[in-house]
């Protein structure tokens, strides 16, 4: 096999990985107001299902970014799809509320880091051709995993009717097919490193905290906006908002979703048509500026004004598609290849600090506003607040337009 036909099999297998593991992580968005009806969880509680998620990656997806560029992408993509599983077959357990918080925790181990090794394994792979493209498409993969866990209580409505656990043990089953793709990856990498195939960007050096210092200003200009991006897409879509769409705009379960899986099937198409634009015009700053202001548009939209739901659905989808297309494959821009897997495991740290917070704060203010069917003004202060974080990307990505703008010319 070429080198060029083992990129496109990497890709073609690590996105495999990551549809299960971001079905895994979006299955607690269509089943928020079932639990709160079957098993009495408070928004609080759900909000707390996917802040646990994060938690342990303060600390250990940075660990896990130094073991990729130690390890190889395809060791630590396996071993943590292999973690993702525990961490989803305990969840569907799911009781008391203690066994399902474990399982999203032990899930959340493995699943940032295997985020992780899969985007350095494409900048190796991919370095200094249609990475942008590579990216995006591997980006997709991931959406079509998000649009199938939305779109499942139309498709897999017979789990839903059975109760909230059959459709987390048919997510565990999506995270076992992942396992599967993983492990041919690894097995692929290992085969083309000794037939001399693979061009590895690899570190055996000691690699320490301090090393971050190094880094330049842009850097932290993009792993700022990611850190607020992110805070907003994450907890919003895939925590509340269809249950915010069943509660203010009286949507039925089966029409939330479908409203919801639209940012998922946006993302699924136009990201591989904005990451083919980045590699073409290679406008990073100008096109994250642009991807931030959509996102904070459309809460405005969803706050201020009586639009259908559907503008800002189309609004985050946008943005949804533009942002992650331009923002990852920036930092290969900014971090030599032996530092990729530090770089993007210290920025992923710190998106994962923003994500439980966002997701806890979110659910508090839902709480502390009484929101829910009878009182849909309650979800007002969650609305403002994802707006603000928005604006503050916005603010962020000029910042590194600008930085650009002065290092390029």
Known sequence: MTRAGAAWAVLALTGLALFGNYYVYDSIGPLAEQLSRELGFSDAQI??????YSAPNIVLVFVGGILVDRYGPGFVTFWTAVICLAGALLTAIGTPFAVMAAGRLLFGIGAETMIVATIVALGIWFAGRQLAFAMALSISCAR???YAVDVSP???????????????????????????????YWRLEATAATRGVQVLGLSRERIELRSLARFNRGYWYVLALCVLFYSVI???RSTFAIKYLQHTRAMTLEAASLMNSHVFLAAMFATPLFGWLNDRIGRHGLLLTCGAATLAAAFWVLGATSLSPGVSTALIGIAFSLVPAVLWPA?????????????????TMVQ???????NVAAGALNDASGAGAANPAGYQPMIVFFGVLSLLAVACAALFWRYRSNTTT
């Open 47 to 52: 909000g707390t299902l996917n802040a646990i």
């Open 144 to 146: 079509v995993g998000s």
């Open 154 to 184: 139309l498709w897999a409505s017979n789990a839903y009717a059975s109760g909230w656990q059959a459709p987390l043990w048919l997510a565990a089953g999506v995270m076992a097919a992942g396992v599967v793709a993983a492990l041919a």
């Open 234 to 236: 994450f907890p919003f």
């Open 331 to 347: 930092v290969t821009l900014l971090v030599a290849p032996q530092r990729l897997g530090t770089a993007y495991g210290f920025m």
């Open 352 to 358: 994962n600090i923003g994500l439980a917070l966002a």
